[in-house]
């Protein structure tokens, strides 16, 4: 709709304004005859001041129309885009880079709306221009004349053919190293403290200036080849110039035609080259949005790798019970078993411990619950159904998980721990951050609650900001709590306040805690030992210390350290 009304807007404003040209034809023609009066000159005047009021108010009506039709194509498609990429599995986001993401969501849609709005904009009104004027020559000038002038303007499709494929490659090579950069800057602002730490600034900064460099050359080459094709279509305009020049003085030293129909031609070229040039841009626009519309579509065209199975099993609540019969877990991308052995069960209520060296292989045992990636079918059930067979929405619903780094959003304190449970009040937030020992903390920030924390919580320390994610796991109150080593940064005694919480308030729910320090785990219904992804030892914290193996010499080994830390 916006856009008939704008291209109807446009027309209307070319077939006003190409009246201008015939009026001073005319004019001349009068003139030329001295049959020129006072009268018919305000009479001539009035019509130009007319032609261009019609002229600016159809135009800009068009220009505006155009515009709102862009922005709103703008607004969808990035909404389109962030919806589907919260579809996407884990896997996707590991092998796209967030500069690359974030570069097609904003250049490459920018490219299109651009190609919307102002290309349409500008080809209707250079089509329209054209084709009015080429009429109006044909129709009031001469036909020998307007097909002896417009030669040259016929060589502008085998430009467009040669230099189509040049300029959508530039483009294509200066977008990617826009995405480097941004990649870049990203890490780098994500790794502040360290270089500044580590007086790695110069470091940073040669880096960053390479990538910049690299954008700058490759934007140059992509502005020379852009430059070249839109110089070559003036210059044909030129040329027609000097054609009608040539031949149009001809024709009126001649007596062929009036003086006025020759001054009327020559004002139609002039209009002629403009839209010539407007469609070399507008050419090169639609270039560049294709080469980014492409890219779009491939983006949109990815489809999730976990997903519903088709008629899931729907509960209507989940109580938590868990166990894993794998023989082994493979990452996709993994050359050998992440997980090998792994028999043990708990049921709901009970708390399970998972300990064992770093790369062991916690974590990935963890993320195949709430299928991060997927487990083999048989291998992993909550409540004994396969988790391939749960509704993902139900399933994950039913899981709250702390991660490692406990990430927080550029956002207050409450907003960050009600982040899973979006209407929560401010009595429940206080209580999760008092279950979380958090909460006396946050009570001595001058904001309290609606302290803002920059992006990944800066202004806190890493026992606060994962106290913080905690406090969110608590209020989402799911039936499975996953702890993932995210007391590795609080003291003994604040982690002891938390495990004394996790019990009180969570008897009827199944907790998993990863942890480095026994302590977490000690109290654990069941402990399981991975080394190397083998499940390796499980019991209670005392049938593991009788079994005298791994995990009773971590024990050891953490008691004289204690001691040590005590003397
Ligand atoms: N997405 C992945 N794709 C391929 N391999 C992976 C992936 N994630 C982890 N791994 C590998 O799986 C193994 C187990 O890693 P995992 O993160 O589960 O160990 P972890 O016991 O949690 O370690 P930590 O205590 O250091 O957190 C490691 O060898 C790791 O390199």
């Given at each position: 709709?916006y856009?008939?009304?704008s291209f109807?807007a446009i027309?209307?404003?070319?077939?006003?304004?190409?009246?201008?040209p015939?009026?001073?034809?005319r004019?001349?023609?009068?003139?030329?005859?001295?049959?020129?009066?006072?009268?018919?000159v305000?009479?001539?005047?009035?019509?130009?001041v007319l032609i261009?009021?019609?002229?600016s108010?159809?135009f800009?009506?068009?220009q505006?129309?155009?515009g709102?039709m862009?922005?709103q194509?703008e607004?969808l498609?990035?909404?389109?885009?962030?919806?589907?990429?919260?579809?996407?599995?884990?896997?996707?986001?590991r092998?796209r880079?967030?500069?690359?993401l974030?570069n097609?969501?904003?250049?490459?849609?920018?490219?299109?709306?651009q190609?919307?709005?102002?290309?349409?904009?500008?080809?209707?009104?250079?089509?329209?221009?054209?084709?009015?004027?080429?009429?109006?020559?044909?129709?009031?000038?001469?036909?020998?004349?307007t097909?002896?002038?417009?030669?040259?303007?016929?060589?502008?499709?085998?430009?467009?053919?040669?230099f189509?494929?040049?300029?959508?490659?530039?483009?294509?090579r200066?977008?990617?190293?826009?995405?480097?950069m941004?990649?870049?800057?990203?890490?780098?602002?994500?790794?502040?403290?360290?270089i500044?730490?580590?007086?790695?600034?110069?470091?940073?900064?040669?880096?960053?200036?390479?990538?910049?460099?690299?954008?700058v050359?490759?934007?140059?080459?992509?502005?020379?080849?852009?430059a070249?094709?839109?110089?070559?279509?003036?210059?044909m305009?030129?040329?027609?110039?000097?054609?009608?020049?040539?031949y149009?003085?001809?024709?009126?030293?001649?007596?062929q035609i009036?003086l006025?129909?020759?001054v009327?031609?020559?004002?139609y070229?002039a209009?002629?080259?403009?839209?010539?040039?407007?469609?070399?841009?507008?050419?090169?626009?639609?270039q560049r949005?294709?080469?980014?519309?492409?890219?779009?579509?491939?983006?949109l065209?990815?489809q999730?790798d976990?997903?519903?199975?088709r008629n899931p099993?729907?509960?209507?609540s989940?109580?938590?019970d868990?166990?894993?019969?794998?023989?082994?877990f493979?990452?996709?991308?993994?050359?050998?078993?992440?997980?090998?052995?792994?028999?043990?069960?708990?049921?709901?209520?009970?708390t399970l411990g998972?300990?064992?060296?770093?790369?062991?292989?916690?974590?990935?045992?963890?993320?195949?619950l709430?299928?991060?990636f997927?487990p083999?079918?048989?291998?992993?059930?909550?409540?004994?159904?396969?988790?391939?067979?749960l509704?993902l929405?139900?399933?994950?619903?039913?899981?709250?998980?702390?991660?490692q780094?406990?990430?927080?959003?550029?956002?207050?304190?409450?907003?960050?721990?009600?982040?899973?449970?979006?209407?929560?009040?401010?009595?429940?937030?206080?209580?999760?951050?008092r279950?979380a020992?958090?909460?006396?903390?946050?009570?001595?920030?001058?904001?309290?609650?609606?302290?803002?924390i920059?992006?990944?919580?800066?202004?806190?320390?890493g026992g606060?900001?994962q106290?913080?994610?905690?406090?969110?796991a608590f209020l989402?109150?799911?039936?499975i709590?996953?702890?993932d080593?995210?007391?590795?940064?609080v003291?003994?005694n604040?982690e002891?306040?938390?495990?004394?919480?996790?019990?009180?308030?969570?008897?009827?729910?199944?907790t998993i805690?990863?942890?480095?320090?026994?302590?977490?785990?000690?109290h654990?219904?069941?402990?399981?030992?991975?080394d190397?992804g083998?499940?390796?030892?499980?019991?209670?914290?005392?049938e593991l210390?009788?079994?005298?193996g791994?995990?009773?010499?971590?024990?050891a080994?953490?008691?004289?350290?204690?001691?040590?830390?005590?003397?």
């Open positions: 709709m856009y008939v009304i109807l027309m209307a404003a070319e077939i006003i304004t190409v009246q201008s015939a009026l001073v034809g004019f001349t023609d009068v003139l030329n005859k001295g049959k020129l009066t006072f009268g018919l305000e009479r001539y005047s009035l019509w130009l261009a009021i019609g002229f108010i159809f800009g009506i068009g505006f129309r155009t709102q862009g922005r194509f607004y498609l990035r909404r389109h885009l962030f919806t589907h990429w919260e579809t996407l599995s884990t896997s996707y986001f092998k880079s967030i500069g690359d974030l097609h969501a904003m250049n490459d849609v920018q490219a299109v709306r190609a919307i709005s102002q290309g349409l904009n500008q080809l209707s009104n250079a089509i329209f221009l054209l084709c009015s004027s080429l009429f109006m020559m044909f129709h009031t000038v001469s036909i020998k004349l097909a002896v002038s417009i030669i040259p303007i016929l060589f502008i499709p085998l430009f467009v053919v040669w189509g494929p040049r300029v959508r490659n530039a483009s294509r200066a977008q990617e190293s826009l995405s480097s941004t990649d870049l800057a990203e890490e780098n602002f994500s790794a502040i403290r360290l500044k730490a580590t007086a790695n600034e110069s470091v940073a900064v040669n880096r960053f200036e390479g990538s910049v460099d690299t954008v050359e490759r934007q140059l080459i992509m502005a020379r080849q852009t070249l094709f839109q110089s070559l279509i003036p210059l305009g030129s040329i027609s110039f000097f054609i009608a020049l040539l149009g003085g001809y024709l009126v030293v001649t007596h009036l006025g129909a020759f009327a031609f020559t004002m070229l209009l002629v080259i403009n839209p010539l040039q407007q469609i070399g841009n507008v050419i090169n626009n639609f949005a294709s080469a980014s519309l492409l890219r779009l579509s491939i983006l065209g990815e999730p976990i997903t519903d199975k099993v729907e509960l209507e989940i109580r938590g868990i166990e894993f019969r794998m023989p082994a493979q990452y996709p991308d993994g050359d050998h078993p992440a997980l090998a052995d792994v028999f043990f069960a708990i049921s709901h209520g009970q998972i300990v064992g060296q770093t790369g062991s292989g916690k974590t990935t045992l963890v993320n195949l709430p299928r991060i997927d083999l079918p048989g291998t992993v059930f909550v409540d004994g159904y396969d988790v391939r067979d509704r929405e139900d399933l994950r619903n039913a899981i709250s998980y702390v991660p780094d406990g990430f927080l959003f550029s956002a207050n304190i409450g907003e960050n721990i009600s982040f899973s449970k979006e209407n929560a009040n401010l009595a429940e937030i206080e209580q999760a951050a279950l020992c958090i909460y006396e903390e946050v009570q001595a920030f001058p904001a309290k609650f609606d302290t803002v920059g992006e990944r919580g800066i202004a806190l320390s606060q900001k106290r913080t994610a905690i406090a969110r989402k109150d799911a039936p709590l996953i702890l080593d995210c007391l590795s940064a003291d003994m604040t002891k306040r938390i495990v004394n919480s996790l019990n009180e308030v969570r008897s009827n729910r199944t805690i990863i942890a480095h320090r026994l302590s977490a785990v000690r654990a219904d069941l402990i399981i030992v991975l190397e083998r499940l390796v030892e499980k019991g209670t914290h005392d210390i009788a079994q005298n791994i995990y009773a010499d971590m024990f080994l953490q008691q004289q350290d204690s001691e040590v830390a005590m003397n």
